[in-house]
């Protein structure tokens, strides 16, 4: 700390429930916030924005909130969480029991020399915008767990550093809950980083206007989650279709190709939900519709489609050619991001391609509106907003511009906007039902009806593994929707038995997934230009269909479609509470089981509901693998029903076509006919 003996006196003022603390160079606000919440904000400008919420929601203030000044010291309690701001500047947050959840780190500890580091840090960029830095003194003994989506393989992120940006595969939504019991959220958009490290925890923005973040206190993980939530918002009710099959690949290049893939698994037999239609379906980029000369009469299609219980779901960029009938209009009314130097191309695929504004009102109206006519109105009800974050080759965040501001300072926040613009246009037609892919969210997203999928992954164990712990954190991170592309994205050859057993792993961990979705770019690769009045060879990828891997392949992944219809009536009340309360529907061990300290590591394991224990096979020529029931239930085998207490660890048989299921305290699921 950077105080020796005797704190100064406190000379801050209260103003209603927040209190107001100024040095030089420095005004801090500090007030409750939602349940069991306490916000702070800081910056060196001496103005703090109390309007610069981003994408929060207001949980308004508990009842029983306190807030006093003591001689040394301010107080404020909220539910379960307490905060002193002390006289020389310094916080503390302590639980109910008066236990220091988390603590300033001031290295400041000499007289009459220049100071090492405070624990608030400020270095001017302009008139109003600076770098920052966020210290907290580091405990050994604590365990991170949130931070969005990445394939870091890290079930425990205790020191680890998470780049704050958004890239494809990579989703930054900076919140973590700590094993010692509390949440905290950076509400900051800019690019950054957080270093949850051994000798420090520090939060780093490379630009923002001042300092905010809130600490959330609860006695377990459920409590902690449902604060959280309240204040970042709880996603819609998932409509029971949404809880069957995707059907996907790159790319199904004509209307009567997606619809001989429908018809098929009508014949067969085979509930499939959603058919996806994926990119380069439209004439150029940035023109929001299908090109007539593959896809003549959309409407009939989805008409089609509708009659066998099957839901387009139709490919959408962010991204606007030059040669676009919309990019003179867009460019005219600021509808594009621009580059702060140079030429605002941002993207090379057919060229250079620009980005619209998801941040500008009028270009998530323009777009939506767009949308609307040569989609929606023609019977499209689901969307597919891929290239989320956006993609930017290169990622020079400091050359861009957005109607929020420049790059450095808003750029995470773009894959909110972009989903808004498509669920606020769906809820205007009056659509309650809105069930949207995403490749990138923020905190919020969860609100607008979106469905997040991992990015382009590559087709192998190591990344299947991986997928596990990014599902996880995920979760944690307020996002209950949530997929992967089943066998991975790049590669993977039906043909090679190496990649079929991948593929039956992962079809069975998918299975176990809130989102049921197959989607690869398969092999072999077209080699023939089929579409010659495009400006580049558009190739599609090889058959990823139930039945393009073999019989025995097909009969397997068609039993777990089969277990995924049997299971809906448990995933709907899944889906119930995560709409009702936030709970999670896939979580790691110990938010189930935060008692039991062994499985504070484990991310190779995990709950689907209260229930069901899922341990996934995540290496190959693997027939068993060592799964740990945890302390505080009993635990039966789904597939023998044999029981085991909790607290061991066991060998679990798991032949090609069986996932090791255990079921809690006895539940009766239909798992296994």
């Known amino acids: ?29 500090m007030e409750p916030y939602g349940k069991n919440g306490i916000r702070f904000r800081s910056s060196a400008s001496l103005h703090i924005d109390t309007e610069l919420n981003w994408t929060l929601l207001d949980p308004g203030t ?33 639980n109910s029991r008066g236990e220091i959840l988390l603590q300033e780190e001031w290295l400041d500890k000499r007289y009459g020399t220049a100071p090492i580091r405070g624990a608030r840090v400020y270095d001017h960029i302009s008139s109003d915008a600076f770098k920052t830095d966020l210290f907290f003194m580091a405990d050994p003994e604590e365990h991170f767990y949130g931070m969005g989506q990445e394939a870091h393989d890290c079930m425990d992120l205790k020191g680890t550093t998470i780049e704050l940006f958004q890239k494809n595969t990579k989703c930054t939504i900076p919140y973590y809950m700590s094993s010692k019991g ?58 029971e279709w949404a809880a069957g099959f ?55 299609m989805c008409a089609e489609l509708e009659e066998m219980g099957v839901h387009a779901m139709v490919s959408v ?60 109105d023609k019977g499209i009800r689901m969307f597919w907003l891929d290239e989320a974050e956006p993609e930017m080759r290169p990622y020079n965040f ?23 613009a498509f669920y ?23 609100r607008l009806g979106v469905v997040l999928w991992s990015g382009d992954i590559p087709s192998d164990f190591d990344s299947l593994r991986c997928q596990i712990k990014a599902g996880l954190h995920t979760a944690i991170s307020g996002i209950p929707w949530w997929t992967t592309d089943i066998g991975g994205f790049f590669g993977g050859d039906p043909k090679d038995p190496h990649f079929v057993e991948l593929l039956l792993r992962w079809f069975e961990y998918g299975t176990f997934c809130p989102i049921f979705r197959l989607h690869g770019k398969r092999l072999p690769y077209d080699t023939v230009n089929k579409q010659t009045d495009y400006d580049a060879f558009l190739p599609t990828c090889g058959e990823n269909e139930l039945w393009s891997f073999g019989e025995e392949a097909y009969g397997i992944m068609k039993s777990y479609i089969m277990l995924r219809e049997r299971l809906k009536p448990y995933i709907m009340k899944q889906m119930e509470k995560a709409h009702a309360d936030g709970t999670p529907v896939m979580r790691p061990l110990f938010y189930d089981f935060y008692l039991d300290k062994k499985v504070y590591n ?72």
């Not at 003996?5 to 209190?19: A, H, M, Q, T, Y």
């Not at 306190?66 to 947050?93: F, H, M, P, Q, S």
């Not at 800019?190 to 000798?199: D, V, Y």
């Not at 511009?401 to 790059?407: F, K, L, P, Q, V």
């Open 1 to 29: 700390m950077k105080r020796y003996g005797k704190i100064p006196s406190f000379e801050g003022i209260l103003d209603g429930n927040r209190v107001i603390w100024e040095t030089e160079g420095e005004l801090v606000y």
């Open 62 to 94: 508990g009842d029983d909130a306190k807030v006093a000044v003591e001689e040394d010291r301010a107080v404020l309690i909220n539910g379960k969480l307490r905060a002193e701001l002390l006289g020389d500047g310094t916080v503390i947050y302590k």
């Open 182 to 239: 509390y949440g905290f959220i950076w509400n900051n958009p800019s690019i950054g980083r957080a270093e949850l490290a051994a000798n420090h925890t520090v939060w780093h923005s490379e630009a923002c206007k001042q300092i905010d973040y809130i600490v959330i206190a609860g006695d377990c993980p459920e409590e902690i989650n449902r604060s959280y939530t309240e204040i970042t918002g709880r996603t819609d009710m998932l409509p």
């Open 246 to 300: 995707w059907q996907s690949r790159l790319r199904y290049e004509t209307q009567e190709d997606a619809l001989k893939v429908a018809r098929e698994y009508k014949r067969r037999g085979i509930p499939l939900s959603v058919l996806v239609i994926d990119y380069f379906h439209w004439p150029r980029q940035g023109e929001w519709k299908f090109d007539e000369k593959y896809w003549p009469d959309v409407e009939k």
């Open 317 to 376: 960029w962010p991204t606007v050619d030059p040669r676009s009938e919309n990019f003179n209009t867009m460019k005219k009314k600021n509808y594009l991001i621009k580059a702060e130097r140079g030429v605002s191309a941002f993207f090379m695929i057919m060229g250079p391609e620009s980005i619209f504004d998801a941040t500008h009102p009028g270009a998530r109206d323009f777009v939506w509106n767009c949308a609307k006519k040569n989609y929606y």
């Open 398 to 420: 400091d050359n861009v511009r957005y109607y929020e501001g420049n790059g450095l300072e808003v750029s995470n926040i773009y894959p909110y906007y972009y989903a808004k």
């Open 424 to 446: 606020d246009g769906m809820k205007k037609q009056g659509q309650n039902e809105i069930v949207n892919l995403v490749r990138c969210a923020w905190l919020g997203s969860q």
């Open 602 to 673: 484990i991310g190779d394991e995990y709950m689907f509901g209260p229930d069901i224990l899922v341990a996934p096979v995540i290496e190959e020529g693997a027939r068993a693998r060592q799964v740990y029931l945890p302390e505080g239930s009993s635990w039966s085998d789904a597939w023998n029903g044999k029981c085991f207490a909790g607290g061991v660890q066991i060998k679990a048989e798991a032949p090609i076509g069986r996932i090791p299921l255990y079921l809690r305290d006895d539940a009766r699921l239909p798992i296994i006919e």
